[in-house]
């Protein structure tokens, strides 16, 4: 795989309509706190391009006035943003405390062999990124984890595991044909 840090700049550009929804994030606060609008900058290249590359977030430090590091340290503060291309998948596996006690390991282990990848890795096919997450809020309900950021699964046993990877690459081949 290669390095995603060195793709090509205008592969991650910011078109004129990207500057535009900038300007509008920008224009709901105080003249003087632009950079308040740095998350919603972040999100706004990742749904254009599907991750945030260091050159998005060089164009965004410069567009909000701030220093280069203080965007990339928003981006990889929140694991909402992807630093990398992922999967059309993204699971995102609590490794939290209460989680780990009530099986979040064995549901981990058991994720990355059916799989066939580790933590932080995407599947060849491209189907399923693999991701840690420190701590979705849902520990009443754990072991927990989130799918591409929207999709809370709870009380993950192998079983349930098995059926939401087997639903999601059935769902996938049903929008290829």
């Known amino acids: ?27 709901k606060y105080p003249a003087d706190q632009a950079q308040s609008a740095v998350m919603a900058c972040l ?18 430090a410069d567009y909000l006035g701030m220093p280069p590091i203080a965007v990339h340290e928003v981006t990889t503060f929140y694991n909402m943003y992807n630093q ?9 596996v609590c490794t939290n405390l209460p989680c780990q006690l009530r099986d979040g390991v064995t549901a981990l282990v058991h994720l990355e062999k059916k799989l066939g990848i580790k933590m932080g890795d ?18 009443a309900d754990s072991p927990v984890m989130l799918v591409n950021d929207v999709t809370m699964c709870s009380f993950m046993s192998n079983d349930k595991l098995d059926q939401l990877i087997d639903g999601l690459r059935t769902a996938s081949a049903g929008e290829a044909n």
């Open 122 to 139: 995407t599947t060849t096919d491209g189907l399923f990124t693999l991701q840690q997450s420190e701590c979705l809020g849902a520990c």
């Open 1 to 27: 795989m290669s390095n995603p840090q060195h793709t090509p700049a205008s592969l991650h550009a910011i078109d004129d309509a990207m500057l535009a929804l900038f300007a509008r994030e920008v224009a």
């Open 84 to 92: 990398h291309p992922v999967g059309k998948f993204k699971l995102n």
């Open 43 to 60: 999100q706004i290249v990742q749904k254009a391009h599907g991750w945030v590359s260091l050159e998005s977030e060089k164009v965004i």
